[in-house]
């Protein structure tokens, strides 16, 4: 790894956080949202689950660890993308643990100049412990303005 | 032969295209772009046990692997990489020595050669520009499927003033883009080892399929 990083930072827990109870009404209007026209996203009832995609809008409270390398500008930066893998379905009454932990912490350069790339792994877990989602979300920062 | 030099897979972090559906789409297209293979490069790594030949046999293109790293110079492609090279090398460090690379991977048994120069920051021509030439550069990409205007132009002045071969790669990211560049060979690739040789030969040129559209 280029610059310096703990190897202690990656995979340790940052933020856990607790979301819920879903309700009927956010899955329906999220769905209705993105278009979504299944009758298990948008009918009131026993088979009511969430849009597949409705676990990205759960995220740590805290964005990230404290003990990221300061070459990295923070000021300067996007999100690049999340690679999602399903686990259960949400569905209404159900109570959603989000545990963030920097995954990944890479660099690399392109036309603009060097990018550091950190990747925070969202693992969400409902009220019974089933894994719902794995989200690896990369954020995209240019290096060198620090601080 | 057409082959296309310069290519990602999903095992990029910055592409998500995988390899079969690379040549489906290559299939498909055989009357744009003729193309009898393709090379992987994925981005600061290589793997040696990945292997196509299931994929090969299906579709009936050739698939090479090779690397595209990072140096001191910009972006550069690894053909040849063998157990030495990788060994020699950390290809995960984005600042590698360029001079080093070039001179050792020729020794190893390989060949690098820097792709996209005329590209601001991370091609050869931005680094004329403050650096001495590097010694033992065969050929240069001189067509990049990912270049935006001008900065294929750049790399002909580059080839003029130092000789450098020409060859092409598509630089492809994203499935539709496979073999929107190329490099045409006149002699078959069965190998890397046919590729390196030929490579370090000069016996091929740049071809550009962007203009060709079939209805």
Known sequence: MPFDVDPQLLGREFDRT?????????????????????????????????HPTFCVRYKSRKFYPDDLPTQIDFRRGFDAGKDIELGVPVRPGDTIHVSSAVHELYEKTGRSGAMAFIVIRFTMTNQRGETVALIDNRFLHKLGGGS | MILDLHLHSELSDDSRAPVEAYLKLLQRKRAERPLDGIVLTEHRQFDPARDYRALEDRYGFRILTAAEVETDYGHVLVYGVNADIFARFDFSNVRLPAQELITE?????????????????????????????????VAVEALNGGSRRGEDDRVQELIRRHGYHAFGGSDSHLVSFVGVCATEFDAEIRSTDDLVRELKGGRYRPVDFRARRVA
């Open chain 1, 18 to 50: 607790e979301y819920g109870p879903v309700t009927a009404d956010e899955l329906i209007a999220y769905a209705r949202a993105v278009g979504a026209t299944h009758p298990c996203y948008l009918e009131p009832g026993p088979d009511l689950v969430a």
């Open chain 2, 105 to 137: 991977v020729a020794r190893l048994g390989g060949i690098a050669l820097p792709c996209h120069p005329g590209r601001p920051t991370v091609g050869l021509s931005a680094h004329y520009a403050t650096k001495p030439p590097l010694e033992g550069v």
